[in-house]
C-alpha cells in the first residue's frame, strides 16, 4: 500500500524546483563559460506584426523553426521525466503536451499582433479564453488530461520568477506583505468563516474550509485546511468550486477595475496579489495590467505575503479540529504535531526563494567584473521568456479543465458565505494597496 | 455535485501499544490495508474518511491517544 504514500519525488513541488533551479543553474554556467547560444536556442519570441502579415511573426531571430523545436524538446524532456515520477503514462503525457504546445505557439503568435498588443490584451488571456473555450464545448480525450497540469506549470513558473526578483527586494518587501496579507488573510478568513457557520449553520470544517479558500491561496489552501481539519470530501468539492468560479471572475474583473480606477501599476499588483485568491488566476490578472512591477508586487503579496502562512492556518485548522469540533462529537482530543505546519507549506516556494538568492550571488559576484547588466540581460531574459510560456500552459490547462457545468450545484448557502468574504476582501485589499501601503507598492 | 478531489486517510499506531490488536482489527475489518515497518503499522484507505475512522475506532472502544490520523486531499485532475 505504499502507493498512497507519497513520496517527495512524486510531488509536483519537487519537479517544478528540480526543472526551475536547474534550469537557472545551467543557463548561468552556459553564460559563465560563454556558450550563451546554447540556452538562446530554447529562447522563442515571435516578432510584433500587424494587419494579416502574420508571416512576420517569424522574422526575429527568436522565432525560428529550430528555436520552436529546442523549446518543445526541453520541456518535453523534462515534463515527461517528472511525469514518470507523477506516474503518467508518458505517451499520454507527451501526446498532451505537444497539443497544449502547438496552441500555446498559436496563442503566442496572436499575443505578438500589434492591435492585441494595444489593447493590452496579453498571452496569457489569449491561453485562457481559448481553454475556456475548448474545455467547455468539447468534451476532451483522455490523453490531453495528463497534461492539463495547472498546478505543475505555475509552480515551475513561480520558482523562474524568483530569478527575475532581487533576494534584497524580496528581504524588504517582505514584512510589508506579509504585514498586508495577514490583516486581509484573518479578516476574510473570520468573516467567511462566521457567515457559514453562524448565518448559515454550516459545519466548522466547512465553514473554515470555506475560508480557507477565499483568504490564503485558493483551491491549495482548501486542500490543506480541508485535509488538516478533516473536512468531507463533498465539503472541499464544493470550496474548490467556489474558488474557481469567483477566481475566473477576478481573472477579468481585477486588472479592469485597475484600469477604471487609474491605480499605478505597484498598487494594482500589490491589489490582485491580495484580492485575488489562486496563484495561477492571479498570474493571469495581474499579466493584463502589462508591468513587470505590478508582476513584482503581485508575487511579493501573494507568494511572501499568503502562500507561505497556509502551514500555520493548518496547523491552526487541525488544532481546533481536534480539540474543539471533534471533542463536541467525540469527547475526547487527540495530540496535533506541530510538523504538521511543515507537512502542509508549499515547498515550491523555497525554490522560489533559492532562485532568486542564485542569482542574485551570481550578480553579486560578476559585479567585479562589470558584467551584471550583461548577465541579467541575457540570462534573467531568457529566464522571463521561459517564464511566460509556463504560465501560458498554466492558463491553457485552467481554461481547457475549468467546465463551467460541472461546477455547478454547489447550493446557495456556501455560495453567500463565501461572497460575503469577497465583499470584504476586495474593497479591504484596495484600501491597504492603494491607501496605506501606496507609497510602498508605488516605490517598486 | 461534482466531487473535485480524491483522498487518503492514514491512521498510525505502534504495534506494542495497549489497544494494537483492537485498532488493527477495526482498520482490517474498515478495508484499510496495512504497512509494518518495525514497530511502526500504517494503514491506509482511500474510501474511510478520517471523522468515519475515528468514531469508529471510538466505539471499539480504543481512546484516541493510541494513534495517529492524518488525511490529505488530492486534486482529481490538474485544476488550479
Redesign the interface.
Known amino acids: 500500500?505504499?502507493s498512497?504514500?507519497?513520496k517527495w519525488y512524486q510531488k509536483e513541488d519537487s519537479w517544478a524546483i528540480l526543472i526551475g533551479l536547474g534550469t537557472i543553474f545551467l543557463f548561468s554556467i552556459c553564460y559563465v563559460l560563454g556558450i550563451g547560444d546554447l540556452y538562446n536556442t530554447v529562447v522563442v519570441k515571435f516578432a510584433s506584426w500587424t494587419g494579416g502579415d502574420i508571416a512576420s511573426a517569424f522574422y526575429g531571430k527568436s522565432a525560428t523553426i529550430s528555436h520552436i523545436v529546442a523549446l518543445y524538446l526541453f520541456f518535453a524532456v523534462l515534463f515527461t521525466i517528472a511525469g514518470h515520477f507523477f506516474r503518467f503514462k508518458a505517451g499520454s503525457f507527451l501526446a498532451g503536451f505537444s497539443f497544449i504546445y502547438a496552441l500555446s505557439l498559436g496563442v503566442n503568435v496572436l499575443a505578438a499582433n500589434k492591435l492585441m498588443k494595444d489593447m493590452q490584451f496579453e498571452a496569457v488571456f489569449i491561453a485562457l479564453l481559448l481553454g475556456l473555450l475548448i474545455g467547455n464545448t468539447k468534451v476532451l480525450p483522455q490523453w490531453l488530461?495528463s497534461a492539463?497540469?495547472?498546478?505543475?506549470y505555475?509552480k515551475t513558473g513561480v520558482v523562474f520568477m524568483g530569478a527575475t526578483l532581487p533576494l534584497t527586494l524580496i528581504l524588504s518587501a517582505g514584512p510589508v506583505a506579509i504585514a498586508q496579507a495577514t490583516i486581509v488573510a484573518v479578516t476574510t478568513f473570520f468573516t467567511i468563516y462566521f457567515a457559514a457557520t453562524k448565518l448559515f449553520h454550516l459545519d466548522p470544517r466547512f465553514g473554515a474550509t470555506l475560508g480557507a479558500g477565499g483568504s490564503i491561496c485558493?483551491?491549495s489552501a482548501s486542500?490543506a485546511i480541508?485535509?488538516?481539519c478533516?473536512a468531507?470530501?463533498?465539503h472541499?468539492?464544493?470550496a474548490?468550486?467556489l474558488v474557481?468560479l469567483w477566481?475566473v471572475i477576478m481573472i477579468f474583473a481585477l486588472p479592469l477595475a485597475a484600469r477604471v480606477l487609474e491605480m499605478t501599476p505597484g498598487t494594482a499588483g500589490a491589489w490582485i496579489g491580495t484580492s485575488e485568491f489562486?496563484?495561477?488566476?492571479g498570474f493571469a490578472a495581474v499579466s493584463g495590467i502589462g508591468s513587470e512591477a505590478a508582476i513584482q508586487a503581485f508575487t511579493l503579496m501573494k507568494v511572501i505575503g499568503r502562500d507561505i502562512f497556509v502551514g500555520i492556518w493548518a496547523f491552526v485548522a487541525a488544532v481546533l479540529s481536534?480539540t474543539i469540533w471533534?471533542k463536541a462529537s467525540?469527547k475526547?482530543?487527540?495530540?496535533v504535531?506541530v510538523g504538521e505546519i511543515w507537512h502542509r507549506f508549499p515547498k515550491f516556494v523555497i525554490g522560489f526563494a533559492l532562485a532568486s538568492a542564485i542569482v542574485s550571488s551570481v550578480i553579486v559576484m560578476l559585479q567585479a567584473q562589470g558584467l551584471e547588466a550583461a548577465y541579467s540581460k541575457e540570462v534573467i531574459g531568457s529566464i522571463k521568456n521561459l517564464r511566460g510560456w509556463a504560465f501560458t500552459w498554466?492558463f491553457l490547462?485552467?481554461g481547457m479543465?475549468?467546465r463551467f457545468k460541472?461546477?455547478s450545484?454547489?447550493g446557495w448557502k456556501p455560495l453567500a458565505a463565501f461572497t460575503v468574504g469577497v465583499i470584504v476582501n476586495v474593497p479591504l485589499g484596495y484600501l491597504l494597496s492603494n491607501v496605506i501601503f501606496a507609497d510602498f507598492w508605488n516605490a517598486l | 455535485?461534482?466531487?473535485?478531489?480524491i483522498?487518503?486517510t492514514?491512521v498510525e499506531f505502534c504495534s506494542l501499544c495497549r489497544y494494537a490488536d483492537e485498532i488493527e482489527k477495526v482498520v482490517v475489518d474498515s478495508s484499510f490495508?496495512?504497512?509494518k515497518s518495525g514497530n511502526k503499522i500504517?494503514a491506509?484507505s482511500?474510501t474511510i474518511?478520517?471523522?468515519e475512522i475515528?468514531?469508529t475506532l471510538?466505539l471499539a472502544g480504543v481512546?484516541?491517544?493510541e494513534?495517529?490520523?492524518?488525511?490529505?486531499?488530492?486534486?482529481k485532475?490538474?485544476?488550479?
Open positions: 500500500m505504499d498512497l504514500d507519497i488530461h492539463l497540469r495547472t498546478e505543475f505555475v485558493g483551491v486542500i480541508g485535509s488538516s478533516r468531507k470530501q463533498e472541499v468539492s464544493v474548490i468550486t474557481i477566481a489562486a496563484d495561477a488566476a481536534v471533534d467525540l475526547e482530543s487527540e495530540k504535531s498554466t490547462s485552467i479543465t475549468t460541472e461546477l450545484a454547489v | 455535485m461534482n466531487i473535485v478531489v483522498f487518503v492514514k490495508k496495512l504497512c500504517t491506509y482511500s474518511d478520517a471523522q475515528k468514531a471510538k481512546p484516541a491517544s494513534y495517529k490520523i492524518s488525511m490529505d486531499y488530492i486534486r485532475w490538474g485544476m488550479m
